[in-house]
């Protein structure tokens, strides 16, 4: 897909909104990048799960048709996975599908949803397996970076500077390591 001049919906928590790079994540820098328009909705510690107003959820009906994207990037959000959260996996599960209904018959746009690096969390490796499980029903593309042999092929040392913490990628860990990658797979996505 050509990302040049297309809005592209950046729909996600505190990885998509770079929490921790003071603000700026890959959805800026393929802004930046490849020129194209970003729609960021992201806000820090939200779930895909509808339990308040400040979910993915909640956060996309408000969009409404404000914004007709060419495509919509969703995090798989790790917040459904915290144990501080409670989220039931079903509720999840409903939201992931509200998402990609929304996108079909409101956007009419594809749909990634892609994942974190590896970090270990059982009801995480759960959800992404959830994702997988649905494509049967849905169609949408899995950026699946918990999985990929080569970003988890970083050595100690990148991994150092490019994480702050298991979750939240740097300013370098953006720039170097996840924006490229987006970019790569985004641009090898079939056109609609």
């Known amino acids: 897909m050509e990302l040049k001049d297309k809005t592209v919906l950046f729909l996600g928590s ?4 770079g929490s921790a790079a003071g603000g700026v994540s890959f959805a800026d ?11 960021k909705q992201a806000v820090s510690g939200t779930t ?5 107003e400040r979910s993915y959820v909640a956060r996309l009906k408000a969009i409404g048709v404000s914004v007709r994207p060419d495509l919509m990037i969703c995090q798989l959000s790790t917040n459904d996975a915290a144990p501080s959260k409670g989220v039931d996996l079903r509720d999840t599960e409903a939201a992931i599908r509200f998402i990609l209904e929304y996108a079909e018959t409101v956007f009419r746009c594809p749909v990634v949803f892609f994942t974190g690096t590896f970090y270990e969390n059982e009801k995480y490796e759960t959800m992404i397996d959830l994702l997988y499980s649905l494509q049967a029903e849905y169609r949408f593309s899995i950026l699946d970076l918990f999985h990929d ?7 100690a040392e990148d991994y150092a500077r490019y994480m702050k913490d298991p979750i939240h990628p740097t300013l370098d860990g953006y720039r170097e390591w996840w924006t490229p990658r987006f970019i790569s797979f985004c641009e090898a996505l079939a056109e609609p």
Not at 48 to 52: E, M, T, V
């Open 48 to 52: 895909l799960a509808d339990i308040n």
């Open 149 to 155: 042999a080569e970003m988890r092929a970083v050595s």
């Open 14 to 17: 505190s990885v998509t909104y």
């Open 29 to 39: 820098l393929m802004g930046e990048t490849c020129r194209l328009r970003c729609v």
